[in-house]
């Protein structure tokens, strides 16, 4: 099956990590992710800047490596990115901020790329609250 | 043929980018013709109460957007009978409203759901 991820939560929430698991399960069932789309304050999930304790979980963490490991197709929305300060570095030079905390394995794109990918997969899963 | 969606808009507009950033969902929907419906859930049914003053509140006004649906091909604008009137809104302008069965058979008629 063809499966599209949506997520609305940050890294620091349950969701980000239930999440993470459903990806891991469905590509170890044989699935296929067409596209993880984060959106809302699922734009901290995919944030460079987090620092896990040394104790805890690194969900961003664990998401980049994932992502990368299955050169996944990781979409982050950049209107919702941009109003929770989450830049790549080219967004970061266009609005002169100081700070870039969006790198590779991630791409920052429009909702055109949710639709896009509600279109392509059998099925969208969402992932938000706690 | 393309697969439909229904947005299911749950926040009060006052309560932080939620209720835009689903409409934002819709419009981008219906910016490449797909078809799209928008539900207003909860809190959510706040967004088409009469007389906003969203300016108090230091926020921007989202009804002007949404009474402009129609002219981005979204007509499929519905709002929950049970949320409104548990919150004294009158019967909405620009959406119709339906009772929970009727919201029942909404969301079985599409093909995916985001709710926000």
Known sequence: MKFAIALYSA????????????AQAALAGGHEIVRLFFYQDGVYSASNN????????????????FVSQHQLDGVVCI????????????????????AV????????SGLGQL???????????????P | ?????????RQAPWSGPSAREALDIVLAGGAFDLPIGLL???????QLAPNQAAKAVQQKDLSANLQALGLFG????????????ARGLPPPAHAQALDSQAIFQLIDRYDQVITL
């Open chain 1, 50 to 65: 987090i620092v896990a304790p040394q104790d805890e979980q690194d969900i961003a963490r664990q998401w980049r490596e």
């Open chain 1, 79 to 98: 209107a919702a990115a941009l109003r929770r300060g989450v830049l790549n570095a080219e967004e970061a030079a266009r609005y002169q901020r100081s």
């Open chain 2, 40 to 46: 207003f859930l909860d809190d959510g049914v706040f």
């Open chain 2, 74 to 85: 979204i007509d499929d604008v519905f709002a929950c009978s049970h949320s409104l009137t």
């Open chain 1, 115 to 129: 639709h896009d990918a509600i279109q392509d997969a059998d099925r969208l899963i969402c992932f938000g609250g």
């Open chain 1, 101 to 108: 905390n969006l790198e590779a394995p991630w791409a920052l």
């Open chain 2, 1 to 9: 043929m393309s697969r439909s969606l229904l947005v299911i808009s």
């Open chain 1, 11 to 22: 890294a620091h929430a349950p969701s980000s990590r239930r999440a993470l698991l459903f």
